[in-house]
């Protein structure tokens, strides 16, 4: 009997698709962090050496390491203007997704007001922001108010448009189940399609990230242009 289990298989071992599928699995892992440093690594080399090889002026195009002397040199005042731009990034991107989210609820929960209004969300997202930016400035009296008002016209759209698509996604056999069940307008809203709606809201809220950012850059270049501005846009309109 005992030479009989000395002689099987043990049990632990792994059939080959197992054992492929795990060596995939830790390649993949692997090669997410591997290849794009690699890539990066490609980039500042060719960088550099495109610099170097063609002879061009720093004030043209600099070099990695003046790119780096030049942030380790100047790193206390950039710092400081970084926080600036972040800071009104950050009340954007809060803002937008509080309007985004708010209006999301009620477009769903009013056909009458999507119908109403979404035109003009539309018609706000496509109209570029650095044209309006110099009349909102002239308009409104506080810089930091200026600035957020910008960053949120272009972020809060994704944020509205996704989060609407998803409360209107959710599956029509959970409505009637909740409807069969005498849930309320509220409950229906609050245990179905919020939660359903989380994916698409998420989407919305990567993409209105970037975009925060960018209309904080474009609001402080053109304040900067004004002599008001003290984030990055304007350190680099300074330096310009």
Known sequence: MTAIDLNKPEATALDPEEAKRLRDARIDRIAKWVLPSLVFVFMIVGW?????????????????????????????????????????????????????????????????????????AVI????????????????????????????????????????????????????DLFRIYGASRWQRLRYLQLPSALPYFLGGLRIAGGLSLIGAIVAEYVAGTGGIGSGLAFRILEAS
Not at 94 to 108: D, E, I, K, Q, T
Not at 130 to 139: E, K, Q
């Open 48 to 120: 550099d050496r495109l610099v170097v090889w063609n002879e061009i002026p720093h004030y043209i195009l600099p070099s990695p390491g003046r790119v780096i002397e030049t942030l380790v040199k100047d790193w206390p005042m950039l710092f400081e203007a970084l926080l600036v731009t972040l800071q009104i990034t950050l009340m954007a991107l809060a803002v937008a997704v509080v309007g985004g989210v708010g209006l999301a609820v009620l477009f769903n929960q009013s056909r009458f007001a999507e119908m109403s209004f979404y035109p003009y």
């Open 124 to 175: 706000l997202q496509v109209t570029p922001v650095v044209s309006i930016a110099p009349l909102i400035f002239i308009y409104v009296d506080n810089r930091t108010a200026g600035l957020l008002l910008c960053a949120w016209i272009v972020a809060f759209f994704p944020i509205l448009a996704n989060t609407t698509l998803g409360l209107n996604s959710t599956d029509h056999n959970l409505r």
